[in-house]
T-cell receptor, first 113, second 113 residues
């Protein structure tokens, strides 16, 4: 069974801090994704990576960066946290096949004060 | 531009009856559509998918219908159970989009005992 693990379930940080969200998958998937979920807006893609050291911007990359040094690990970085980045952050991984659905972690509820 | 839309934020049905969740899309390039289910404090889990060359796919109590001419798909749950109460997201996928999923806003389903 696929396991996507996010390092923290809940996180509280202060405005201006640099924040790291970590995600690890155990299925050797090529693709990994970071989303944020906000009420009424669904899941919006922040960044994704289709290979080690490769990354592409999603729909809302502003204020974020990512790092993928190893295949199983994908990190989301908030360079200087702001209150509008308070949200639920979801990591996902998936294969390259057309019928390989993405598998999600349980999410990190991040609050920026 | 919202390529995948779920226009009903919420739906309430009685246990044992049918639940119908709707989704509209604008992008004709989608190869697959997927439905995900999300409980509070958990990540979304894959439920069922349908290829764009089919008009129906069934898995137990869950059936997804696709009407390409109307650019509309629906998820039917029969019979509905209280454990089905969750947020349901539909998503579109096209292979030329590097495996990205485009999600709708989600519909919250409440099944009353």
């Amino acid at each position: 069974d696929v396991k996507v693990t996010q390092s923290s379930r809940y996180l509280v940080k202060r405005t201006g801090e640099k924040v790291f969200l970590e995600c690890v998958q155990d299925m050797d998937h090529e693709n990994m994704f970071w989303y944020r979920q906000d009420p009424g807006l669904g899941l919006r893609l922040i960044y994704f990576s289709y290979d080690v050291k490769m990354k592409e911007k999603g729909d809302i990359p502003e204020g974020y960066s990512v790092s993928r040094e190893k295949k199983e690990r994908f990190s989301l970085i908030l360079e200087s946290a702001s209150t509008n980045q308070t949200s639920m952050y979801l990591c996902a991984s998936g294969g390259t096949g057309v019928n390989q659905p993405q598998h999600f972690g349980d999410g990190t509820r991040l609050s920026i004060l | 531009d919202q390529q995948v839309k779920q226009n009903s934020p919420s739906l309430s049905v009685q246990e044992g009856r049918i639940s119908i969740l709707n989704c509209d899309y604008t992008n004709s390039m989608f190869d697959y559509f997927l439905w995900y289910k999300k409980y509070p404090a958990e990540g979304p889990t894959f439920l069922i998918s349908i290829s764009s060359i089919k008009d129906k796919n069934e898995d137990g109590r869950f059936t997804v219908f696709l009407n390409k001419s109307a650019k509309h798909l629906s998820l039917h749950i029969v019979p509905s159970q209280p454990g089905d109460s969750a947020v349901y997201f539909c998503a579109g996928y096209y292979s030329s989009n590097t495996g990205k999923l485009i999600f709708g806003q989600g519909t919250t389903l409440q099944v009353k005992p």
